[in-house]
């Protein structure tokens, strides 16, 4: 039993009286390079984020939503935790959605409990991660492109990390090689991966850089049988193009899932290709859909038995993120998105990944500490 309304007395029993905007870097361990749709994405970025303090001195952190302004960091200062957010569902005041993040760790730290716990009292405490960082680093740079090699050596590098299970960019006909010769490199680069390591679990995305007859004919130059757990983006979702995909995918290799709804989402169009058995796993990003709003789609997705997987790439506080929602809808979330690197001036050392396994500390909220980062304005 979930004692919501003794977590919201607590909260109630807090004041925010402050809020700051930080930024920090975020730095992936190498350059990564072009997918079907976006050149270099380089060796990471920038990280905003929002500091919530309370009258008794409880704080909590976390990446900043769309729609922040001055006006609204004076505005929330004052505001009861309790007025904006409610330990069941998540922020409760449309207007401060900006704090989403920072709200739910702030609520955790209050609370004394994980996310995941807020959430689930029987989350799980630990959930399966998949390596997102398998570029076309083949194709770079443009005057001396490294080769096939390096994505294999790539693999290698991440495997001895922890990584078992690998999603791999497809799609270099669509916008980087002639469509023939693209088309061949991205199934000589996944036989490759496979026979480099046979044990591991692949997945491949195309970033919308197929067509129907494109991506058969890169499963059937793997090798139908070549056992992919899910195959991501394909094309643009529409129902008669994922028609045919599926047709394929049930005569040739059955048990392999259909993953989209990353960009431009669209939850009617999304429902209604999961109710025609047309999607698999459910992927809107875990910041841009918003973590209250992927509470409430959980519970609708558990309830009808579908599968999600928060699309969380880009930084390493968001696989965090989406961990705690994955431990806390164990069967219907079978992997996260772990993107390699580090935060600097955030421990995130709680969280331990292991032959494949992404371990999730104990610590309140999202089990983080901003240890430095310096104050922006907005």
């Known amino acids: 039993m979930i004692h919501y309304e003794k977590f919201n007395a607590e909260l109630d029993g ?26 270099y994405h380089g060796f990471g ?8 303090l309370t009258d008794k001195g409880a704080s909590g952190w976390g990446s900043l939503m769309r729609g922040c302004s001055g006006e609204l960091l004076r505005e929330i200062a004052g505001k009861r935790v309790s007025d904006i957010f409610a330990a069941e569902t998540g922020v409760i005041a449309e207007r401060f959605a900006a704090f989403d993040i920072a709200l739910h760790d702030l609520a955790g730290n209050i609370l004394g409990m994980p996310v995941r716990r807020m959430i689930n009292p029987d989350a799980a405490s630990s959930v399966k991660v998949y390596d997102g960082a398998i570029y076309m680093n083949d194709i770079i740079p443009e005057d001396r492109p ?129 109710a025609k058995g047309l999607l698999d796993i459910w992927q809107p990003d875990v910041c841009g859909f918003g973590f209250t709003a992927w509470r409430g ?44 690197g580090e935060s600097e001036g955030v421990d995130c050392s709680g969280y331990k990944l292991a032959n494949g396994i992404l371990r999730l500390p104990e610590k309140p909220g999202f089990g983080m500490d901003l240890i430095w980062a310096p104050e922006v304005s907005v």
């Not at 807090?14 to 050149?39: C, D, E, Q, T, W």
Request: charged letters at 25%.
């Open 14 to 39: 807090h004041v925010i009286i402050g809020a700051k905007i930080k930024r920090f870097r975020a730095r992936y361990p190498r350059l990564h390079g072009k997918n079907a749709a976006l050149s």
């Open 45 to 52: 970025g920038d990280v905003t984020v929002a500091q919530l």
């Open 146 to 274: 490294f080769g096939p090699g390096k994505v294999i050596e790539d693999c290698l590098h991440d495997y001895e990390l922890g990584h078992r299970t690998l999603k791999i960019k497809i799609g270099r006909g669509s916008k980087w090689m002639a469509p023939e010769p693209g088309l061949k490199r991205d199934i000589e680069i996944v036989r490759a991966i496979h026979e480099a390591l046979p044990d591991a679990v692949l997945m491949v995305d195309g970033n919308d850089g197929f067509t129907p007859k494109t991506i058969i004919r890169f499963l059937d130059g793997i090798g139908g049988g070549r056992g992919l757990y899910w195959i991501e983006e394909p094309f643009r979702e529409n129902e008669e193009d994922l028609q045919r995909l599926k047709a394929y995918i049930d005569r040739h290799m059955p048990g392999t899932y259909i993953a989209d709804g990353e960009s431009r989402t669209d939850i009617p169009l999304l429902f209604g290709l999961a």
């Open 297 to 340: 789609l959980m519970k609708r997705l558990a309830a009808e038995g579908y599968m999600a997987s928060p699309h969380a790439w880009g930084e390493v506080v968001k696989t965090h993120y989406s961990a705690h929602i994955a431990a806390a809808y164990p069967a219907h979330i079978p992997y996260v998105e772990a993107v390699l």
